[in-house]
T-cell receptor, first 114, second 110 residues
Framework: ETGVTQTPRHLVMGMTNKKSLKCEQH?????MYWYKQSAKKPLELMFV???????ENNSVPSRFSPECPNSSHLFLHLHTLQPEDSALYLC?????????????FGPGTRLTVL | DAKTTQPNSMESNEEEPVHLPCNHS???????IHWYRQLPSQGPEYVIH???SNVNNRMASLAIAEDRKSSTLILHRATLRDAAVYYC???????????FGKGTRLSVIA
């Protein structure tokens, strides 16, 4: 248990569906992150939120829409995804995002797009 | 971002020490050296990090070369639970992201 939970753990969706991934951290951190891990590719940072403000968006397509209503919760809204978006989506949090702070990762949501 | 080079895979016997190398010849003076690992079917977990001096914690030790162009993660006594992909990451000063490479897949043999 890392103190970062993600739901659902597995999700199968069609290309026309709309779904959301949820992340919650119980560590009192103020920075949260979404990463994508595709088969045979390294983890890729998607979004960073620091004190609920988005501070990083790594050229992610608009079919992925993040939301951070407070420092403990982070969502990733998905719509009209493509099969190549199938991957493990990981959430992480840290106490501020600077180079000295370790990140705590959740277990991930395994997404399959049909 | 400065790059790191790690072997694709390594093997160790259970209860023996493991030395995981990482080369980072283009490291800048303010880059921290971070190590994370990812166990099967889990998210990555922090292992250790350092700047210039060697570091020890309950999980591992980090030995940093004097010129900082390489470092070694040391697991003092490998267990089956240590089988994972180990990532060596350089992280600049300030608000900078973790950039993961391919890492080293460590197998531990009973």
């Amino acid at each position: 248990e890392t103190g970062v939970t993600q739901t659902p753990r597995h999700l199968v969706m069609g290309m026309t569906n709309k779904k959301s991934l949820k992340c919650e951290q119980h560590l009192g951190h103020n920075a949260m992150y979404w990463y994508k891990q595709s088969a045979k590719k390294p983890l890729e940072l998607m979004f960073v939120y620091n004190f609920k403000e988005q501070t990083e968006n790594n050229s992610v397509p608009s079919r992925f829409s993040p939301e951070c209503p407070n420092s403990s919760h982070l969502f990733l809204h998905l719509h009209t995804l493509q099969p190549e978006d199938s991957a493990l989506y990981l959430c992480a949090s840290s106490q501020g995002w600077n180079s000295g702070n370790e990140q705590f990762f959740g277990p991930g949501t395994r997404l399959t797009v049909l | 971002d400065a790059k790191t080079t790690q072997p694709n895979s390594m093997e160790s016997n259970e209860e023996e020490p493991v030395h995981l190398p990482c080369n980072h010849s283009t490291i800048s003076g303010t880059d921290y050296i971070h190590w994370y690992r990812q166990l099967p079917s889990q998210g990555p977990e922090y292992v250790i990090h350092g700047l210039t001096s060697n570091v020890n914690n309950r999980m591992a030790s980090l030995a940093i070369a004097e010129d900082r162009k390489s470092s070694t993660l040391i697991l003092h006594r490998a267990t089956l639970r240590d089988a994972a992909v180990y990532y060596c990451i350089l992280r600049g000063e300030g608000n900078t992201p973790l950039v993961f490479g391919k890492g080293t897949r460590l197998s531990v043999i009973a």
